[in-house]
């Protein structure tokens, strides 16, 4: 089954407010991946990380490959409406395929 | 294009049918995926595929095949679609083992 616990499950958050998520895992993962999923679309990628401590910005989002190789969090900054959308954590074991976390549904109120 | 293709985009199926989902790539990646997605489940992992003559069972693969016809194709089958399977299917392709994957815009499938 799914190795990576993500949380929250749903966020409903007004503009302008931050955001943070993260996901952890009992294994260790060599890449954290984050992607976001608009309605009706398959998921894009955002920002991946493949260093245990990378702190890694793409715009206002940020996020980080835990010192302990089992964790990441993503943090959004500065909310928009755009932002709306299913977020989801995924990582690497060794030459394994992807392995997703449930999502982040995110809800912005204008 | 799109750099990932699925057709088709919704699907409504009768329990019992055969149905096939098809994928084609034009990353020139040698590495393809099929993914299900439920609400609140996440993307599991039907089946993938290294390269052309390599075919690999995922986390849920049972009541599901595929056929990897060249590099950039690869196509999911249901033999006997049943209801449990409506889902969104996802295809994805990357080129080695630590890169984010193309995901393609997906295949709603409803099995009636």
């Known amino acids: 089954g799914q190795q990576l616990n993500q949380s929250p499950q749903s966020m409903f958050i007004q503009e302008g407010e931050d955001v943070s998520m993260n996901c952890t895992s009992s294994?260790?993962?060599?890449?954290w991946l984050w992607y976001k999923q608009d309605p009706g679309e398959g998921p894009v990628l955002l920002i991946a990380?493949?260093?245990?401590?990378e702190l890694t910005s793409n715009g206002r989002l940020t996020a980080q490959f835990g010192i302990t190789r089992k964790d990441s969090f993503l943090n959004i900054s500065a909310s928009i409406p755009s932002d709306v959308g299913i977020y989801f954590c995924a990582g690497h074991r060794g030459n394994t395929p992807l392995v997703f976390g449930k999502g982040t549904r995110l809800s912005v109120i204008a | 294009d799109a750099d990932v293709t699925q057709t088709p985009r919704n699907r409504i199926t009768k329990t019992g049918k055969r149905i096939m989902l098809e994928c084609s790539q034009t990353?020139?990646?040698?590495?393809m995926y099929w993914y299900r997605q439920d609400p609140g489940l996440g993307l599991r992992l039907i089946y993938y595929?290294?390269?052309?003559?390599?075919?690999n069972k995922g986390e849920i693969s049972d009541g599901y095949s595929v056929s990897r016809q060249a590099q950039a194709k690869f196509s999911l089958s249901l033999e006997s679609a049943i209801p449990n399977q409506t889902a969104l299917y996802f295809c994805?392709?990357?080129?080695?083992?630590?890169?984010?994957?193309?995901f393609g815009s997906g295949t709603r499938l409803t099995v009636v």
């Open positions: 294994s260790i993962f060599n890449t």
């Open positions: 994805a392709t990357t080129a080695g083992d630590r890169g984010g994957y193309t």
């Open positions: 990353k020139g990646h040698d590495r």
């Open positions: 595929s290294f390269d052309v003559k390599d075919i």
């Open positions: 990380l493949y260093k245990a401590g």
